[in-house]
């Protein structure tokens, strides 16, 4: 008896073509799927235009921004960028221009509830000193950047009456500070502003794919795609990078086999994702260490316009640690100093401390954080803003200077 070999059947050609269309349907659906989910739940891509004007880039004005991460909102980008979709031809002049970071600039929440458009609303209430609030905020502005910044912006908008500068990190005002993303501070080889790597002030960064491709994702909504591929990019970096750094060691380890054991690292630093050398924190001085950049920095903000500024500060309180909030500032002592410096330097401040607290113990709740992060952190919410714009309204009441500027202009 011949056994027969075992042979497969034979794979129809419509057989096959049958199973490639349901594979690719299958990911068509997938895609869409997915698609709609970040449509609904994802951040959208934030588009940048270079601003001639203003020598650096900004929000491309019409353009729309959702914030999902973070708070749940919609912002619309007006003239010159300004979150809020505030155009200058429906501002009624004089004008009070608002500067700060990520927390004023206010993705997190609506456009009427940022705190220019509040200031805006709360001045025409008003019988008198009537003024339109401007939201010059971007993410991740330091002093440095208000610097240079302010005496282009009064050229190119007329009828700034005052700046204020809303600071909620009083790092922000210190020289070496490696969260600086912009214009830097530094105070080596001697205290300075050093803006030449700042790419937003590069009219050709970014370029090429990468802008064309950006602002392809942004128009189809397909963010998912884009944080995919900026992970991929990045991985791929990680990788190179550690390789190359491991190869390097291995070689240093055979050509030197009697060197002394490393020492320990600091506690006070930390890896980045596990990957490279630790990279150390920078701590906050003490006052005396404080005071010579701060009247570097301050002067040079004096300098920069003939208009009252008046200097905002916002302590990350309240807060709740260990399950019980706490009024308590841990940048107190240095913020307090800093205030008393520029208020001898012929600057307006104020703290938003108290106002903070009292908007909490009168149960409007915490000035930072939203309903889907940690209460009492992150981004000012609506609350916040409200608080800050109201503090702007009565300080333009109360300021003699800026009543003058208003009548003058």
């Known amino acids: 008896m011949n ?13 096959s073509l049958r199973m490639l269309s349901k594979w690719v349907l299958s990911f068509l659906c997938s895609l869409l799927f997915i698609w709609g989910i970040s449509l609904v739940f994802h951040n959208s891509l934030a588009l940048y235009q270079f601003s001639q004007i203003l020598g650096k880039h900004i929000r491309m004005p019409g353009s729309v921004f959702t914030q999902r991460f973070e708070g749940w909102a919609t912002s619309s980008f007006g003239d010159f960028g300004m979150p809020g979709g505030l155009q200058l031809s429906s501002l009624p002049a004089p ?11 206010g993705l997190q929440i609506n456009d009427k509830k940022k705190v220019a458009n509040r200031v805006t609303q709360l001045s025409l209430k008003q019988t008198s000193h009537r003024v339109s609030g401007l939201n010059l905020a ?5 002093m440095a950047d208000f610097c240079l910044d302010i005496p282009v912006v009064e050229q190119a908008i007329p ?5 204020y500068i809303v600071l909620t990190d009083i790092r922000d005002t210190l020289p070496d500070q490696p969260t600086a993303r912009h214009a830097k501070f530094l105070s080596k080889p001697y205290l300075h502003i050093d803006a030449s790597q700042d790419p937003n002030r590069d009219p ?12 392809f994702i942004a128009n ?4 998912f795609l884009w944080k995919t591929i900026k992970k991929a990019y990045y991985a791929v970096s990680t990788i190179k990078t550690s390789s190359l750094r491991y190869t390097d060691k291995f070689k240093q380890l055979l050509a030197v086999q009697d060197q002394p054991p490393k020492q320990p690292e600091s506690p006070s630093s930390t890896r980045i994702f596990g990957f490279g050398e630790p990279l150390p924190s920078v701590g906050l001085p003490s006052i005396e260490e404080a005071l010579e950049p701060w009247a570097f920095i301050l002067s040079k903000l004096k300098a920069t316009s003939n208009r009252p500024i008046t200097i905002i500060y916002c302590p990350k309180v309240p807060r709740i640690r260990c ?23 012929g600057f307006s401040t104020i703290t938003m401390n108290n106002l903070f607290i009292s908007g909490y ?3 409007k709740g915490f000035p930072r954080g939203f309903a889907n992060s940690r209460p009492d952190s992150g981004h000012l919410n609506a609350l916040g803003h409200l608080l800050i714009a109201q503090a702007i309204t009565k300080n333009i009441h109360l300021n003699q200077s800026i009543h003058h500027a208003v009548h003058t202009d």
């Open 3 to 15: 056994s027969q070999p075992y042979s497969q059947k034979s794979i129809k050609p419509k057989s």
């Open 95 to 105: 004008h009070v221009a608002i500067w700060g970071d990520s927390h004023i600039e």
């Open 138 to 142: 971007s993410s991740g502005l330091s």
């Open 159 to 163: 009828g700034i009456t005052a700046h």
């Open 204 to 215: 050709n960064s970014p370029f090429g794919l990468r802008k064309q491709l950006k602002r």
């Open 220 to 223: 189809y909504r397909l963010e």
């Open 323 to 345: 399950g019980l909030v706490t009024m308590q500032d841990d940048d107190d002592t240095l913020a307090t100093a800093f205030l008393n410096l520029a208020t001898n330097c």
């Open 361 to 363: 113990q009168s149960g």
